[in-house]
């Protein structure tokens, strides 16, 4: 139980066009998710938390008219990179806390790679 | 706490060796902790968790131990394995930051058949 999708796998784009990422609890319920991005050999940076039904949480120095991030039901989160450039090409990965955690216990998606051209 | 984006440090083993993976963190106000596993290209794995009011905990071939006083945690992995090969990060919540972890700056293991 308790798995993640994220859609696409990697993707593609050329600089200047906009790249949506999908992030998809598929067994349960998720209030809350989250959304990273990773560069290589690097930590996990926190860009934003993700609540359904409301205003996503950018965490400082992330733009979110950058990042536009869309959480409209309670299994599934958009994360769109507007006017993509090569700077932001990284891993992109979003994580889930199920509903019923008492610790907001997180499981994460598999990730997506985003190459700007 | 705090997540630090420099280069991740390197354990290398030898299959069937004993690892063990530090971590220090930062916040004397953190209660829970998470050991993850990340292969290439691929997201996190949730290992083991530990909560503050223990210092050790075990599962299979991993054990945790919490030290609070010196704010530091350890992730030991028995009989390594070259599957075992992958970046380790620690992760510490609180309570009080409704349990959104901060992540370690992790730990590239090695490990050599």
């Known amino acids: 139980g308790a798995v993640v999708s994220q859609h696409p796998s990697w993707v593609i784009c050329k600089s200047g066009t906009s790249v949506k990422i999908e992030c998809r609890s598929l067994d349960f319920q998720a209030t809350t998710m989250f959304w990273y991005r990773q560069f290589p050999k690097q930590s996990l940076m926190l860009m934003a938390t993700s609540n359904e039904g409301s205003k996503a949480t950018y965490e400082q120095g992330v733009e979110k008219d950058k990042f536009l991030i869309n959480h409209a039901s309670l299994t599934l989160s958009t994360l769109t990179v507007t006017s993509a450039h090569p700077e932001d090409s990284s891993f992109y990965i979003c994580?889930?806390?199920?509903?019923?955690?008492?610790?907001?216990?997180?499981?994460f998606g598999p990730g997506t790679r985003l190459t700007v051209l | 706490g705090e997540s630090v984006g420099l280069h991740l440090p390197t354990l290398s083993v030898q299959e069937g060796d004993n690892s063990i993976i530090n971590c220090a963190y930062s916040n004397s106000a953190s209660d829970y902790f998470i050991w993850y596993k990340q292969e290439s290209g691929k997201g996190p794995q949730f290992i083991i968790d530990i909560r503050s009011n223990m210092d050790k905990r075990q599962g299979q071939r991993v054990t945790v131990l919490l030290n609070k006083t010196v704010k530091h945690l350890s992730l030991q992995i028995a009989a390594t394995q070259p599957g075992d090969s992958a970046v380790y990060f620690c992760a510490e919540s609180s309570s009080g930051g409704s349990y959104i972890p901060t992540f370690g700056r992790g730990t590239s293991l090695i490990v050599h058949p």
């Open positions: 994580s889930a806390i199920p509903a019923y955690s008492n610790y907001n216990e997180q499981f």
